[in-house]
């Protein structure tokens, strides 16, 4: 799978029972609906429909991985300043890597749910 921002090959990381995948350009993370969930639920948050957020239709978000059809934005957070995006496809969902510090070379499963459930945690305040 190629990274939607990116155009380059991602990394597969293997979970338990999934696998994720993650681009090493640009540290984003391209996780399924049902791992998405999961970390939530294990970071105390809310679903990721619970959580909510707002339909960016003006931008321009990339690719599904998966499905190779568009993926569409959503913005939250505190001035709407985060944003991730998902395929209406499948429900996958697209973070990007963290803005500040160096790039990890390589990420686990453990280390990928963090990024995660870290992300959602900041868009999930209003
Ligand atoms: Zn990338
Ligand atoms: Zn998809």
Aim: aromatic content about 8%; charged content about 25%.
């Amino acid at each position: 799978m190629d990274c939607p921002r990116c155009s380059v090959e991602m990394t597969t990381i293997a979970g338990d029972d999934g696998v994720m995948q993650r681009c090493s350009d640009c540290g984003g993370l391209w996780v399924e609906n049902s791992d998405v969930n999961r970390f939530l639920v294990h970071g105390d948050l809310p679903a990721l429909t619970a959580i909510g957020g707002f339909l960016n239709t003006e931008e321009m978000a990339g690719q599904c991985p998966a499905c190779q059809v568009d993926l569409v934005e959503v913005e939250g957070g505190q001035k709407k300043a985060l944003h991730y995006d998902t395929c209406e496809s499948c429900g996958g969902i697209w973070v990007e890597g963290p803005e500040e510090g160096d790039l990890p070379e390589t990420l686990d499963w453990k280390g990928g749910a963090k990024q995660v459930v870290g992300f959602f945690r900041q868009f999930a305040k209003k």
